[in-house]
Each structure stands twice: as structure tokens, then as C-alpha cells.
């Protein structure tokens, strides 16, 4: 049976391009859309199997409705040039795909699709309609279907008549009246204002039509009739607006669209101009001859393994600069196999890879490479540079002069990219294919090193990737202003966080064994009490056995159900706790286990036996907002809030007698940066003054003086100013303070009353991030927010309040890295023997002697400060002891 695709141009091609990171090809083409484009089209191809196919495009900015409304689209940002440019591209596509495409002067893409399912509709024909604009739902019958991509475009819902009804409870040309009612920002058709979609829902079951409220206006309540009244033609009007055309003139017969397949020459043509090249690859185009210039695209490669017997080839080509890959195997890169390093030349239009295995670079013929990797002024490219930094250092072979990182660059340009592996990159980026390292080496226990020519093949493949994606993400930090925050903080820091981790923690083991022992005692006494008050002994670990003590035996509310049973996570436990003196007695036991199994024996475990020290690993491109993130062991998850938590910082020491640990922590950094971005005054004065921020907010909050405020209101100040930095909803705050939502409410309109600065910047970071499709820090750190214009509330809320606090959160994380790095060349500069240690969210540790500990009590704190300059003064407290717990 027949079937017709046909797709909203414009639509989709916005989708894409908000949907995937900014790529371009090396003649500076921006890409990104075109490509997300085209994976569309091949699962589109591949799954529906259309015999007909059309892709209908807006022409122009005026329509027939500019006529009607001249301020239709009115609100709606300018179109990026990066996406206008990619739109001949795509139709020149659509031309190598064979997919028909049509555009009129004075019409929308809506109007020509709308206009082809009614012809579609007589003719009993089967439509598949693929757009990102709810508006099309109108145009669902028993022949149209219409699917609204979902998750940028690699999701799509499907929509018929009684698909509709479900979700909405209307028939398909109700959303016509439904947009009548609310209106439309994103094309600035007004409605009624003060309508929302609940309210039009209700009023359409109710009524029907637009029509029909308006008429039985009278037996609305309050405002809502007065506005329903003020406002009728506007509703009318509105619902004129949304209406789709469908009287184009425009030839309707369905031969016109036929679909046979796409002509592989041209589409492979295309894809390489492109430089799509894991699309070629992934593609039979059969074997059409290629041109010169396309068979060097394809990249062949002489992949050398190095030796004794010709390592003195590899000598005599090193050069002053050149791309190396480093290849450890392990997850942990303190204690990682070194396989070897890979040199990658590609002189003379000629691509070699050298692969110099561990024991040959070890060896004392290799000598002059590692005098290479150590000299500074030789300029290295690689993938991972601080991964690379620990592995050979290890191996006691310093690496210095590396001037990229494909890794870090690669994180900038995309930070919610979950796949940032050399693999992932190079298919990403359109480059010869480089397998994914488990094809090659296997997992768990199939993991193998491959035979010696298959494995210098497979990292050759990796180095020449990493080497051709270098010129083209240096062009992409510059278009998106990130290069400064990339050479001056994130590539040097990487250096910084080496040295740090390199260097350790010294750790009391003895202490620590201890405390696991006082631990062990008061687990028993815990759990002794637990039995007694339960009346019978149970494997507390157990959550099958728990659910039946509490909700069976006990008779507790069971709040949350699972497939298996009861719920007892951490929030129903927390709701049950005034009910039962039992259920505080089992999340105090929860505390403790999780302290000793995670933080005394998961620490032992840890402790290196040549340092005693533990040797953390700071992951630079896991967090989204920049923060970083530690593992092996994670030293910024240790709970404080508890005093056994607290506890576990007694057994971090210095590792010089006589020397002392030193902590400097910033004071509220966020508030201060928010403070600064939104230029409120109340809160810059707060700030200015050196005033307590909390006491402050709940004088203005409450209208009070500072003498009048007691801890109860000092402590709901305290819970809004860090919700509004995470962006927090009425009911996340009641959850916190324990009140009403309504109350919660309540409390955050008086705030944004009192502080309209933020208020103010809340509303523009989101209005700026629709517009842009992202957020930036004060350092340029962008963060990528497809989904702020989500049709699905909380997935678009989600992304606004990212949005709000991205900015915030982010330059935070900037401004403590910032401080790092300036740290770092402060201790060096100066000759200090002082040592930094660790990074723990906003604090800063070191190790210091004694006779310099006047000395970095000023000069840390002094750093810290002038990390960033903002119109709030940046503060750090500092403080110092026997122990990271004395530094309190």
C-alpha cells in the first residue's frame, strides 16, 4: 500500500540544529543541522518504507496572516546565521536523496502540508506526518498521522484522532480552538490572556469551541469571565491565526511525489562533501568510482610498530610539534597498564603511525622518545592529556609542551555528550572510522591485547582521528568564544590536577582502622535497639524484610510501592520517621553502614602501599555545569553533616612531620556570583557591606531589622537563597522546610518581590536560552539546552531552571578552577615548599610547613579572591590544624 512522508522543513531543520553541538566541515560549512537532517531521512527511509516522500519549507518571512496580524512571529529571535547558512545544503540534499520539496511566497510550510493531507483525506490515501510543531495535530485523520519528534529528533510521538483524544480529550480540529484559548508564544498569536492550556482543556470540554466560550461567556465565574469577555476577538482572531490553510494552489496529484530511492552517486558525493564520514561508512553506495581528491578522503594507513631495530626511523622524522596518542588500559589511570604511545606523521600527503610499545619507550633505546614526550618546547596534540600526564608519570616518564586536547575541546563545545570516547568522536565528527576499544580489546573477562599488527592498526586509527579533529575544533572553540576558557583554564589545569593527584594524600591507616572499629561497635548497639523496638530480629540490609516490619508488623502508611514490594528508600523513611522511633534508629544505621563500608574499608582499600597516601582522580569532562568530579576515591562525597562523617577527615595528615593541613573554603560563592549576574542591588549591598547574606534575606523577606530575626526565619532565608540558585519549585522548598506548598509559594513571591533583580534575571536567562538555545558563564562555558522549548512541561521546566542556574553554578566552577591555576604558578613563583592537595567542591586543600603557614594563611585566601573580578567581593575563610578535620 501507498504511503506519503512528508515533512516540515523548517521545523525539523530548527530541531536539528538545537539538537546537536555546532559541527562544521574543514572548509568552515557549518553542519550540525544538515546532519541530524539526514539521520531523520535514512530512519525515516529505513523503518517506513515510503513510496512517496516531500519536504515542504516556509518561503520567506511574510505571509497572507502578516496581513491580518502584523505582529504574527512577531516575538520570535532572528534565525542564527550558523542555521540559515545550512539550509541550501539541505536542499541540495533532499535533491541527492530524490525527496521532492516545495515552498510558495505568502505561504508557510503548515499551509502546503495542510493543504496536501485534505487532498490526501479524498483520496483515501496513508500520510505520515513528521514535524516538531504541535499546531500539526490538527491535521491528524484516519489516513494522517502525524509524529512530533521528541528528545531533538532521534524520538517521535505518534498522533491520530484518537491518540489526540486520550492525551488531550479533543478531537483533532479542537487544537485549533485550543490554540484560539491560549494563544501561541513561540508565533506570537495572543489568545486570551491568562489562559494557560488547563484552562482551555476545561473550557473546551465543557463548551467545544472558541465560538461557544464565548458565547456562553455568562456562565463563567469572576475574572475569567471578564477576561473571556475583554478579550473575544482576540480569541477569534487567534484561532483565524492557528488555523492551518489547506487551499493552497499547488499540484496535489500523488505521482508528483513519488519516491524511488535515493541516487548513491550524488549521495555519496554529497556526504563527502559534507564530510560525513561515518554516514559513508555506515552506507553501501556500491562501487562507484572516486575521484582523486575522494580516494585520499578515505585515508589509508601505514601503521609501523617500533622496535629496537628501527626506532631510529621514528627519531629521525620527530619533529617540533606532532599528534601522539597515550594508551593505558584501565579505568583507573593511577594504576593503568601502559600499552605504549602511538606517534602520528602525515607529511608528504603520506599517513604513518609509529606504535612504540611500552617495553621498547622504557627501553634505553627509547631514551630519545622520552627525552622527546619531556621537552616543553616540542608541542604535543592529544586525546586526554590529563589521563595521558598520570599514566607515564607512573612509568616515571614526565610529558610536557601539549598545546590540545581533543577531549577537553571536544567537552566544551558539548558538555552533555555521553559518548566522548575517540570512537564516539571520530564517527561523531565524520572521520575514518575508529573502532570502539571493547570491538578490539574485549571486556571483562574476554579482554585481550590483540596481535601486535592488528593493535598498532587500531591506535594508529586513533591517533590519526585525534590528529584531524585538532584543526577542526580549534575553529570551533573560536566560533563559540570558548578558546580562552580553554587554553588559559581547562588545558593548563589539567596539568594542575595531575601534579595534585600525583602527588596524594597522606592517610592515618592505623586511625582509620580505628574508627572503623568504633564504627563496628556502634552498628551493633544500633542495630541491638532496632531489633528491640521492632520485637524480633531481621536482616536490616534487607528491603523485602524491612517493608514487612514497618508497614505489616508495624502498621506504618506506606507511602510508595514497587514491583517487589514496599518502598523504604531514603524520602519514605524520612516521611515515617515522627511516627516511629525505629525508622530514625534504621536511617542513623543506613548512615553508619554506608560510612563504613564506603569511607573506612572503601579508603583502605585505596591507600597506595609505596606512598601510603590515596591518589584521587578528578574527572574534568563528566559535569555539565564544569564542576569537577572525583573518583578512586571520591574525597568530595565524605558526608560532613554528620560527626562520625566528619570523623573520617581526622585521618587525612600531612605527609611531612611538623607540617600542617591547611582548608580555605569560599563563602557563598554562588549567592556572590548571582549577585553579580543579576546586578540586584539588595543583594550586591548585602555583599558590599559584609553583611550575614541569610540574616539580610529574611530582614527584607519579612521586614524586619537583623535584631528582630530569629533562626527559625534566618533558616528559611538561608533554604530559599540556595533554592534559588538550584532553581527550586514551591514544592521542593516545602519539602525542605517542612510547611505547606502554598506557604512555599508564598515565601519565593515575596522573595522575587523584595530581590527584583533576580526575578529579572531569571526571566531573561530563560528568554535568552530559548533564543539561543543556551546558556553561557561569565567565562563563556556553554551549556546546550534543546529542550527549553519542549512541548512537555516538565521536560521544558527542567530546562529552564538548568537554564537559571547553569550560569550561576557554572562560574562557580570556573572561579574555583580559576583559583587553581592561578595556585598552582602562585607556590612556584614564590618558591614555596607548600603543597595543594585537594579540591573538594568550594574548598581548596594543602599541605603547608610550619614556617610558611603565616605566609599561605594570607596568600590563599588572597588568591581565591582575586580569581574573578566581580562587583561583590569573592571571600575565602581559611583555617589549619593537625588533620583536614582540625582545618575545620
Known amino acids: 500500500m501507498d504511503k506519503l512522508i512528508i515533512i516540515d522543513g523548517n521545523s525539523i531543520a530548527n530541531r536539528a540544529f538545537y539538537a546537536l553541538p555546532l559541527l562544521s566541515n574543514s572548509s568552515g560549512l557549518h553542519t550540525n543541522a544538515v546532519y541530524g537532517f539526514t539521520t531523520m531521512l535514512l530512519k525515516l527511509i529505513e523503518e517506513e518504507k515510503p513510496t512517496h516522500f516531500l519536504v515542504a519549507f516556509d518561503a520567506g518571512k511574510i505571509t497572507f496572516r502578516h496581513k491580518e496580524y502584523g505582529d504574527y512571529k512577531g516575538g520570535r529571535a532572528k534565525t542564527p546565521p550558523e542555521l540559515s547558512e545550512q539550509f541550501p545544503l539541505i536542499k541540495e540534499l533532499l535533491k541527492a536523496f530524490n525527496i521532492q520539496q516545495f515552498e510558495l511566497s505568502g505561504y508557510e510550510a503548515d499551509d502546503i502540508i495542510g493543504t496536501l493531507t485534505k487532498a490526501a ?33 532521534s524520538e517521535v510521538e505518534l498522533y491520530d484522532p484518537p491518540a489526540i483524544m486520550e492525551k488531550y480529550g479533543l478531537t483533532p480540529q479542537q487544537i485549533i480552538d485550543l490554540k484560539g484559548l491560549m494563544g501561541d508564544t513561540s508565533d506570537n498569536i495572543p489568545g486570551i490572556p491568562g489562559v494557560g492550556e488547563k484552562t482551555a482543556l476545561k473550557m473546551l470540554h465543557e463548551f467545544g469551541t472558541v465560538e461557544a466560550v464565548l458565547a456562553n461567556a455568562d456562565s463563567l465565574k469572576g475574572k475569567m469571565k471578564e477576561k473571556v469577555e475583554e478579550h473575544a476577538k482576540s480569541a477569534l482572531m487567534s484561532k483565524d491565526l492557528a488555523t492551518i490553510f489547506r487551499e493552497v494552489p499547488m499540484e496535489t496529484e ?19 562533501k559534507l564530510e560525513f564520514k561515518s554516514l559513508l561508512e555506515k552506507m553501501d553506495f556500491g562501487s562507484a568510482p572516486l575521484t582523486e581528491e575522494e580516494q585520499a ?21 620527530l619533529d617540533n610539534h606532532a599528534a601522539i596518542h597515550v594508551e593505558a588500559i584501565g579505568d583507573n589511570p593511577h594504576h593503568a597498564e601502559m600499552v605504549g604511545v602511538v606517534w602520528f606523521m602525515d607529511e608528504d600527503g603520506t599517513n604513518t603511525s609509529y606504535y612504540v610499545p611500552m617495553a621498547v619507550l622504557a627501553s634505553d633505546a627509547g631514551q630519545p622518545l622520552r627525552a622527546w614526550l619531556s621537552d616543553a618546547s ?82 594508529g586509527r586513533k591517533a590519526m582521528a585525534m590528529a584531524r579533529m585538532v584543526p577542526v575544533l580549534r575553529v570551533e572553540l573560536e566560533k563559540s568564544e570558548m578558546h580562552r576558557l580553554f587554553y588559559e583554564l581547562e588545558l593548563p589545569l589539567a596539568s594542575v590536577l595531575a601534579e595534585m593527584e600525583l602527588r596524594g594524600i597522606s592517610v592515618d591507616a ?79 544505621y543506613r548512615q553508619l553502614a554506608k560510612l563504613q563500608s564506603t569511607y573506612v574499608e572503601g579508603l583502605l582499600k585505596e591507600v597506595r602501599s609505596e606512598t601510603g597516601k590515596v591518589h584521587t582522580y578528578y574527572r574534568q569532562t563528566i559535569a555539565a555545569t564544569g564542576r569537577l568530579s572525583s573518583q578512586f576515591p571520591n574525597l568530595q562525597n565524605i558526608p560532613i553533616r554528620l560527626e562520625e562523617g566528619r570523623k573520617i577527615r581526622k585521618v587525612f595528615v600531612p605527609s611531612e612531620p611538623g607540617w600542617y593541613i591547611l582548608a580555605a573554603d569560599y563563602s557563598q560563592i554562588e549567592l556572590r556570583v ?73 515565601f519565593i513571591e515575596q522573595y522575587f518581590a523584595v530581590f527584583q533583580g533576580v526575578r529579572k534575571y531569571m526571566d531573561d536567562i530563560v528568554k535568552d536560552a530559548r533564543a539561543n538555545g543556551y546558556v553561557t558563564t561569565l567565562l563563556q562555558r556553554r551549556r546546550y539546552l534543546p529542550e527549553i522549548t519542549a512541548s512537555n512541561f516538565n521536560i521544558r521546566s527542567f530546562a529552564e531552571r538548568t537554564a537559571m542556574n547553569t550560569p550561576i553554578q557554572g562560574t562557580a566552577a570556573d572561579i574555583i578552577k580559576l ?44 588568591v581565591m579572591a582575586a580569581a574573578l573580578e566581580l562587583d561583590v567581593p569573592l571571600r575565602a575563610d581559611v583555617d589549619y590544624g593537625q588533620t583536614w578535620y582540625d582545618a575545620k
Do not use: C
Open 121 to 153: 483525506d479524498a483520496k483515501g490515501e496513508r500520510v505520515l506526518l513528521v514535524s516538531g510543531d504541535k499546531d500539526m495535530l490538527q491535521l491528524a485523520s484516519d489516513n494522517v498521522t502525524v509524529a512530533i519528534t521528541r528528545k531533538g529528533i
Open 510 to 588: 592505623e586511625g582509620l582502622k580505628a574508627l572503623g572499629v568504633e564504627l563496628a561497635v556502634q552498628l551493633d548497639t544500633i542495630m541491638a535497639s532496632i531489633y528491640k523496638l521492632a520485637g524480633v530480629e531481621f536482616n536490616i540490609n534487607s528491603p523485602k524484610q524491612l517493608g514487612d516490619i514497618l508497614f505489616e508488623k508495624l502498621g506504618l502508611p506506606a507511602y510508595k510501592k514497587t514491583k517487589t514490594g514496599y518502598s523504604t528508600d531514603a524520602e519514605v523513611l524520612e516521611r515515617l520517621a515522627p511516627y516511629n522511633e525505629v525508622v530514625g534508629q534504621i536511617l542513623n
Open 378 to 459: 616540542k608541542k604535543k596534540q592529544l586525546f586526554d592529556v590529563h589521563r595521558a600526564l598520570l599514566a607515564l608519570a607512573w612509568q616515571d616518564i614526565p610529558l610536557a609542551g601539549v598545546d590540545f586536547d581533543v577531549l577537553l575541546a571536544a567537552y566544551l563545545l558539548d558538555p552533555t555528550d555521553s559518548n566522548l570516547t575517540l570512537s564516539g568522536l571520530s564517527a561523531k565528527y565524520g572521520l575514518p572510522g575508529v573502532k570502539a576499544d571493547e570491538e578490539v580489546f574485549g571486556k571483562g573477562a574476554k579482554f585481550r591485547l590483540p596481535e601486535e599488527a592488528a593493535l598498532s592498526e587500531h591506535l
Open 254 to 272: 500523488w505521482s508528483t511525489f513519488r519516491y524511488d530511492g535515493f541516487d548513491g552517486t550524488a549521495l555519496s558525493s554529497m556526504f563527502r
Open 297 to 317: 578522503a578515505i585515508e589509508s594507513l601505514e601503521a609501523v610498530t617500533v622496535n629496537a631495530g628501527n626506532v631510529q626511523q621514528l627519531i629521525d622524522r
Open 674 to 746: 548571582l549577585a553579580h549576574i543579576s546586578q540586584d542591588e539588595k543583594l550586591k549591598e548585602a555583599f558590599l557591606q559584609n553583611m550575614d547574606i541569610h540574616t539580610k534575606t529574611a530582614m527584607d523577606v519579612f521586614g524586619v531589622e537583623a535584631s528582630a530575626v530569629d533562626s527559625n526565619m534566618r533558616r528559611q532565608a538561608k533554604a530559599v537563597n540556595f533554592g534559588i540558585v538550584y532553581g527550586i519549585s514551591d514544592y521542593g522548598l516545602s519539602q525542605n522546610l517542612d510547611i505547606t506548598r502554598r506557604e512555599a509559594a508564598q
Open 819 to 862: 583559583a587553581m591555576v592561578q595556585m598552582a604558578e602562585r607556590l612556584k613563583q614564590e618558591g614555596l615548599r607548600s603543597r595543594m592537595l585537594l579540591q573538594v567542591h568550594d574548598e581548596l586543600v594543602f599541605e603547608v610547613p610550619e614556617e610558611e603557614l603565616e605566609t599561605m594563611k594570607r596568600l590563599v585566601p588572597e
